[in-house]
């Protein structure tokens, strides 16, 4: 059972690039997080899609897209990268139970330069 | 305020110690609690949740205080393999969104 898996686990990007971090979950989840880690900061709510076929904005969604593809994929693009970029990102699931914790993919860490 | 506020530490404990974290939040409407533990440079992952009777996994000890608005985790005996961050996260009721605390680092020093 692999649970969360993200790609890539490694990114550089320069600035102005775009790029995609792909997420799936094989649980059967209907929501599905992305979230990115910055040192002192914490974890931020980037997207978030209670189920298939709806997103809706976190705390930190400027300068990101997402797509919710079908139930198992969750995708977060950026169209223009930036250095205020660079982070631990994220992806998440969980069940619809009111106390259903979150399942976490291994991260991916991306470079802006 | 913040939805979720957690003392980030470091706690620096001998191996044997007892510790204890507090986490306090600041809406009463707030439907579910857990204790995440992440490792540097890793996932976090699920500790324990946290009921409102409160709650024991072998060495952990989780509990609610509801009308004071906080949550605690206690680690009682503690180990090498301890060290790590401990995340306190909270479920709002507001479409279900879940807050998460900054973190307290933990170090247990042979």
């Known amino acids: 059972n692999a649970g969360v898996t993200q790609t890539p686990k490694f990114q550089v990007l320069k600035t102005g690039q775009s790029m995609t971090l792909q997420c799936a979950q094989d649980?059967?989840?209907?929501?599905m997080y992305w979230y990115r880690q910055d040192p002192g900061m914490g974890l931020r709510l980037i997207y978030y899609?209670?189920?298939?076929?709806?997103?809706d904005k976190g705390e930190v969604p400027n300068g990101y897209n997402v797509s919710r593809l079908n139930k198992r994929e969750f995708s977060l693009r950026l169209e223009s990268a930036a250095p205020s970029q660079t982070s631990v990102y994220f992806c998440?699931?969980?069940?619809?139970?009111?106390?259903?914790?979150?399942?976490f993919g291994n991260g991916t860490r991306l470079t802006v330069t | 305020r913040k939805e979720v506020e957690q003392d980030p530490g470091p706690f620096n404990v001998p191996e044997g110690a007892t510790v204890a974290f507090n986490c306090t939040y600041s809406?009463?409407?707030?439907?579910?609690f857990f204790w995440y533990r992440q490792d540097c440079r890793k996932e976090p992952k699920l500790l324990m949740s946290v009921y409102s009777s409160g709650n024991e996994d072998g060495r952990f000890t989780a509990q609610l205080n509801r009308a004071s608005q906080y949550i605690s985790l206690l680690i009682r005996d503690s180990k090498l393999s301890d060290s790590a961050t401990y995340l306190c996260?909270?479920?709002?009721?507001?479409?279900?969104?879940?807050?998460f605390g900054r973190g307290t680092q933990l170090t247990v020093w042979p």
């Open positions: 996260v909270l479920r709002g009721s507001t479409l279900g969104r879940l807050y």
């Open positions: 998440a699931s969980r069940s619809q139970g009111v106390n259903s914790p979150l399942h």
């Open positions: 649980m059967n989840h209907n929501s």
């Open positions: 899609s209670a189920s298939e076929g709806t997103t």
């Open positions: 809406n009463s409407a707030s439907q579910s």
